[in-house]
């Protein structure tokens, strides 16, 4: 019998992308990055990183709580250190505004102190479980629809944060549709020219800000090791795909999954639907006018294409290399 191999993709044509609950908490622990004024996506994935994906019961100050799929139930202030909001309105504020777009719905309980939310659809792209028992927070994944997140940044302005996630949920891996994903993950915007080059005009028409902007975001982005940018003038010659390797390290062999996330590895393997796995653009690779960039000569980026890193948890789990782990 031959022997079994597991190809891992995150191709165009798959709706929704996995979420490792531990990069979301590496989010809401990285201060550096803005949240404010954002247009929800991040709170939208803080929501989903503690939703239930089985029953379980919380006990609050003598009351029981049934909590079933697709929900959960914390403290106001709790949810405020999440969102980074400083002020209890502003929570709210946050949780009306997804309510309005059809995203969630929540009540505010314990005489205002405690908030119980409901993320809407959540059966459609989650696998729920049978059995009643406590969920961790901190381990496993979700899927997310990648429809959704690219609803919520074209509904506004959007914050440093939603950046950052908007390139991770549209990234793209070993898909022969979109050029260079075979060598590396590379950032797609589905544009449906199979070509992961995107102008500053197009993410700043694409997150609600200007170009200068745009083009801060990326480089702090890179600064940070979120990813790493390559940028093209528009008399540079385009290669047949951008070149990328990865860069070997050290493997961390922290166990990614919890049961539900177990549970939902299956339907994992058989959509597809891994997060992209690490790169790094090669110095002696980039184009010629990185190269006139790094000696000094000074002329604004036209197009970029954007690269990103994943935890070193996935990485190991799958046997790759990866550049930097966001948990090191």
């Not at 191999?5 to 044509?13: A, C, M, R």
């Not at 803005?34 to 009351?63: E, H, M």
């Not at 309510?99 to 969630?104: E, S, T």
Request: aromatic share 12%; net charge positive; glycine share 10%.
């Amino acid at each position: 019998m031959s022997e079994y191999t597991l190809e891992i993709k995150q191709i165009v044509d798959y709706p929704r992308c996995r979420i490792y609950r531990q990069f979301v908490q590496a989010l809401i622990a990285d201060r550096s990055i803005r949240v404010s004024g954002g247009s929800g996506l991040f709170y939208f994935v803080v929501l989903c990183a503690y939703a239930n994906f089985r029953t379980s019961y919380k006990r609050i100050d003598g009351i029981s709580y049934t909590i079933y799929p697709g929900e959960w139930i914390m403290s106001v202030e709790e949810l405020s250190r999440y969102f980074r909001t400083r002020f209890r309105r502003q929570t709210l504020a946050a949780m009306e505004g997804l309510q309005k777009k059809g995203l969630i719905s929540f009540l505010v309980l314990g005489h205002g102190k405690l908030v119980k939310f409901k993320i809407r659809g959540w059966r459609r792209h989650n696998t729920i479980l049978d059995y009643n028992a406590p969920c961790q927070k901190d381990t496993g994944f979700f899927f997310f629809p990648v429809s959704t997140a690219t609803e919520l940044v074209s509904a506004g302005h959007c914050s440093e944060m939603d950046a950052v996630l908007d390139l991770w949920l549209n990234t793209v891996y070993n898909d022969p549709q979109v050029l260079g994903s075979d060598v590396g993950p590379v950032v797609y915007l589905r544009n449906g020219t199979g070509c992961p080059l995107v102008s500053y005009a197009e993410l700043a028409s694409r997150w609600g800000i200007s170009k200068a902007t745009a083009g801060r975001y990326l480089k702090r982005m890179a600064e940070r090791g979120y990813g790493d940018v390559n940028g093209l003038r528009p008399d540079d010659k385009l290669p047949q795909r951008p070149i990328l390797h990865t860069i070997n390290g050290k493997q961390d062999q922290q166990n990614a999954g919890d049961a539900g996330g177990m549970e939902q590895d299956q339907q994992g393997q058989r959509e597809g639907a891994l997060q992209p796995l690490p790169g790094c653009l090669d110095d002696g690779q980039r184009g010629h006018s990185q190269q006139r960039r790094d000696q000094g000569e000074p002329h604004p980026m036209c197009h970029s294409s954007f690269f990103v890193y994943c935890p070193a948890s996935l990485s190991a789990a799958a046997g790759w290399p990866f550049r930097r782990s966001f948990f090191a």
